[in-house]
């Protein structure tokens, strides 16, 4: 494996993500939140899927009252990354789908040193 | 990749080994969207018809209302266009527009990318983009808010919109590439109109079937439909029924989530429609007729054989022109693969058994709606040998449609990779 640099932190905002291509090797999107980066792989485990090219949404969640009724739906705290091929969504914290956590996106090694930020990537054979 | 932006990260030479890629939203070019399905198409040199994938005819739609026969209809058409997209003439249901998950699956909102303008027509060009993307050798288009105009009231509106569409077809669309074919629209809630269609168009190369959209309540084993399926027999081209959804059905009011009616309703209207074919004996009557369901999935095949047979059994004297089993007749007919399910692969392989899928099974894309399969829904399952595989994806429908494959792609041979290592989970 070797770091390859993709860019500045800064160059991405707080809370916002974007999607890199490394040669033919790597597609990785990277989400920020603060200091800190989450990395992930550009493919759906659906279809293979752009998955880290589609849009973030707030979780749904349905209010359920204390005797069992339905008082309507709400967004929760928790952000999911939309596969725009079908709608598959993954918690960006964990990467998992929110129905069946053995489907989950593939992290990325990825650091920040001095403000920029490097992920790991196979070396070209 | 079409806008990808270059980033830092050089290598040795001085290149940059890093590009930035686009979000993607309605203007994203289809090929930037198919990406990643292109890279697997390069990998492999599959023979691929995809029946069923679509237009979008109200992008079009002022081309399509200039070739409606009456002044009165094309006025009424443009007074709605006047007032906004939805309903329209067509009276299409809202359901219609919750099918992108409030806006999480772009390409379903809208194909809103730029086409080069000039001679090709920008249908031709989105069709044409979807099928290099994915490899597709042939792509079979149909209607996309057309699927429901089955339930419009007015019975002559079909009729009216089904013409002209077929007619915006066969002029604008088909003539541009020989790759693209259909299975023209049949209005029909109007037998003698549907007659008519096949009449018309039965002899045009580029069309290659006729189809009902299953969304409708008329019983397709009515006496008025007789004269019809005697003409499409003759024609030589087969028969489909394409399903659909509708949330103003009664029953699929009950569904109070459009996950769940969408879930349910692509299934009941061939269910139905399939249950009538059988029971009124239309395969003896018509046995030469090739049908074909469409965009059902396929879990509901293997529970259709066994109810039709079980209750067959007990009461075949409801049912006195059937001399075989319900199961067998479906055998003899012909499916589309997409939405294919696939989240017990167990289930999968004994469907596809089943239903004899090497020889009836055919590859359908739907593209560019938002459960879309892609050719790997196939190459990736692994209880199919390679010439299971190969009849799926285009041989089958080579030999129901009568297409010709190039000369390059007549081989059997292996693909020349490894498989994808990736396994898609669900469907």
Known sequence: MEEVSIGKLTDIADGDYRVFAVDEALEVGIFRNGSKVLAYENVCPHAGG??????????????????????????????????????????LATGCHPGDPSVRLTPVKVAVRDGQIYVSVAKPE | ????????????????????????????????????????ARQDNYF??????????TAFWSEV??????????????AFKERGNAPGLMNSTPGMLFQDVAGRIPHQQRLGEAVPGGHTHAQVTLVQRAMDSMGIDYMVVFPTPMLVLGMHPQIEMEVVIGNAFNKWLTEEVLPQDPRIKAM?????????????????????????????????????????????????????????????????????????????????????????????????????????????????????????????????????????????????????MYYSSQPLERSNIELTEATFKAMNADTQLLFASDWPHWDFDLPSSITT????????????????????????VPKHKQLKAKPNKTPAKREPVTA
């Open chain 1, 50 to 91: 752009p998955v880290c090219q589609g849009k973030i949404f707030h979780q749904v969640e349905e209010i359920i009252t204390a005797d069992k009724k339905s008082a309507g739906l709400r967004f929760g705290k928790q952000r999911h990354i939309v596969c725009p091929w079908h709608g598959y969504e993954f918690d």
């Open chain 2, 184 to 332: 023209l629209y049949l209005p029909f809630n109007h037998p003698e109109a549907s007659v008519k269609c096949v009449e018309t168009y039965a002899d045009n190369p580029s069309v290659i079937g006729f189809s009902v959209t299953s969304t409708r309540f008329r019983a397709v084993n009515h006496d008025s439909y007789m004269p019809l399926y005697s003409a499409i027999q003759s024609s030589g081209k087969p028969l489909s029924f394409h399903s659909g959804f509708h949330w103003g059905d009664q029953s699929m009011q009950q569904c109070n989530r459009f996950i769940s009616m969408h879930a349910i309703s692509f299934v009941y209207y061939n269910i139905i429609h399939m249950t009538n074919w059988i029971m009124n004996g239309m395969p003896e009557r018509f046995p030469r007729l090739k049908v074909m369901w469409i965009e059902s999935g396929l879990a509901w095949i293997p529970f259709l054989m066994q109810r039709l047979d079980s209750e067959y059994m007990m009461r075949s004297s409801e049912a006195p022109l059937l001399k075989r089993k319900p199961s067998d007749y479906m055998r003899d």
């Open chain 2, 1 to 40: 990749m079409l806008t990808k932006t270059p980033r830092n990260g050089k290598n040795g030479k001085g290149i940059s080994r890093v590009t930035e890629l686009p979000r993607i939203s309605t203007i994203t070019d289809t090929r930037e969207i198919l990406a990643h399905a292109a890279r697997e």
């Open chain 2, 65 to 78: 209302v200039d070739r409606m026969e009456s002044d009165v209809y094309k006025q009424m058409a443009r």
């Open chain 2, 381 to 404: 399952l692994p209880f199919l040998n390679e010439q299971a595989k190969r009849n799926i994806l285009g041989f089958n429908a080579a030999r129901l449609f009568n297409l010709e």
């Open chain 2, 48 to 57: 691929i018809v995809d029946v069923d994938a679509h237009v979008t005819e």
